[in-house]
């Protein structure tokens, strides 16, 4: 059964009791003192139209073509961006480049447009289509991949043919820049088909390799990241566990708003007893499940190397 959670937003410069007192933990902590993750300003203030897409698209190296009044273009401002939704078009096997522009930008009968932020023609051209809310998936099973809350990208295929390279390569890298933009990990890139059961798209690509490929173009293939350097010397956190790293953990959650108000009864007090707890009860599991489901990590309720590095990105 999934676990409820309600999120409850740390006040800005609120650090979780006991992190302080840890030495385990304070290179980490001093490190990030006085940052803010771009996670965390997404949720705390709305964003406008997204007028920086184009640019953010010329990262990538490929060809961009703007759409005339992009920047303007939009069902309203787009209120937050926690993840991207991979699409294909459906349209005509022929036709060149990216014939359903018109389409993606203008919509249909009875979907007005626009409907994706951007668009990627057959060659890896990427084209800029809208700086605001587009319909692109609804309804959504993720609350973080809904028309409110992520970017949607309309791929040219017809649904069954084959992908020029060229096309999955431009589709790779735009998904990177703009996770490196909005501080997403790649988990946070999902197929139409994964937040969306009615649909199929976009046809044929393992999303697991995809997003594996993405993650590597993120840190530029440096190799393990600051993070997961960390991890590899912390413990796994597991239901029945009692240690001072489970308070980290929970720590950690309430930092990404991760926190049960019937935990604590919506007291100061109350929140500070939850956050000292050093006990892995089964309520802390489920939280930690539904943290990972957000995350698009396996949600086994572990804290271990596949969760660590979501727990403490910044």
């Known amino acids: 059964m999934k676990a409820e959670a309600t999120e409850v937003l740390p006040r800005q410069g609120v650090r979780a009791p006991g992190f302080d007192r840890s030495p385990q933990w304070r290179d980490y902590f001093s490190s990030i003192e006085g940052r803010e993750t771009s996670r965390n300003a997404n949720r705390r ?36 961006v926690q993840g991207i939704v991979c699409h294909h078009t459906a349209g005509p096997p022929g036709g060149g480049d990216y014939p359903s522009l018109a389409v993606v930008r203008d919509g249909r009968p009875g979907l007005d447009g626009p409907l994706s932020h951007f668009g990627l023609g057959r060659s890896g051209r990427i084209h800029v289509i809208a700086a605001g809310r587009c319909w692109h998936n609804a309804p959504s099973t993720s609350p973080l991949h809904d028309n409110s809350s992520s970017i949607g990208i309309e791929a040219e295929n017809s649904g069954s043919q084959p992908w020029p390279e060229v096309q999955l390569d431009a589709y790779r890298s735009l998904c990177a820049e703009l996770c490196v933009e909005f501080g997403l990990p790649a988990s946070r890139v999902k197929a139409h088909r994964e937040v969306n059961t009615a649909k199929p798209d976009p046809h044929s690509i393992d999303m697991n390799d995809f997003r594996a490929a993405v993650a590597v173009l993120i840190t530029g293939g440096a190799g393990p990241s600051w993070t997961e350097e960390i991890v590899k010397d912390l413990p796994l956190i597991r239901l029945g566990d009692d240690s001072y790293d489970v308070k980290t953990v929970r720590g950690c959650l ?36 539904g943290f990972q489901r957000a995350e698009g990590i396996d949600d086994d309720g572990i804290v271990g190397p596949g969760t660590w590095p979501s727990l403490l990105r910044v």
């Open 45 to 80: 203030c709305p964003m406008p139209y997204l007028t920086q897409l184009a640019d953010v698209a010329r990262r990538t190296g490929h060809p961009v073509t703007e759409s005339a009044g992009w920047k303007t273009r939009g069902h309203g401002p787009q209120p937050e």
């Open 254 to 289: 309430f930092a990404r708003g991760h926190v049960p108000p019937t935990a604590y009864a919506g007291t100061t007090a109350g929140l500070e007893e939850w956050l000292k707890s050093t006990s892995c009860d089964s309520g802390l599991v489920e939280l930690v499940r």
